[in-house]
Nanobody, 128 residues
Framework: QVKLVEFGGDSVPAGGSLRLSCQSS????????MGWFRQTPGKEREGVAV???????SYGDSVKGRFALSKDLDKNSLYLQMNSLKPEDTAMYYC??????????????????????RGQGTQVTVST
């Protein structure tokens, strides 16, 4: 049984940094598509950073240059380093994984609903 658990969400002032972690069990990093998505009430869910099955990372336009995705194969974990945070980054951040869900090019535009495995989310709040 695959389980994804997110950690690291918090409230920070604008300009601050956070590191989100996604601990996976029952899932092997590199066996498919895995990444971070976010959603704010009233807005569409958007891809933040996605690692596809070829090891390529793609980022949403709004986070390029500020966020960085990384992985630790030994810990079977995926991380999202978020720097220079802005109030518009406030959202619930979800980790998701699926063997075949990276159907878009670039993968960050893949449909979150196509991911079989999803975490419960971790809240990030950025204040002005």
């Amino acid at each position: 049984q695959v389980k994804l658990v997110e950690f690291g969400g918090d409230s920070v002032p604008a300009g601050g940094s956070l590191r989100l972690s996604c601990q996976s069990s029952g899932w092997t990093l590199g066996s498919g598509c895995m990444g971070w998505f976010r959603q704010t009430p009233g807005k569409e869910r958007e891809g933040v950073a996605v690692l596809d099955s070829d090891g390529m990372i793609s980022y949403g336009d709004s986070v390029k240059g500020r966020f960085a995705l990384s992985k630790d194969l030994d810990k079977n974990s995926l991380y999202l380093q978020m720097n220079s945070l802005k109030p518009e980054d406030t959202a619930m951040y979800y980790c998701a994984a699926d063997r075949y869900a990276c159907s878009a090019e670039p993968a960050v535009y893949s449909d979150f609903d196509g991911f079989l495995y999803r975490g419960q989310g971790t809240q990030v709040t950025v204040s002005t």
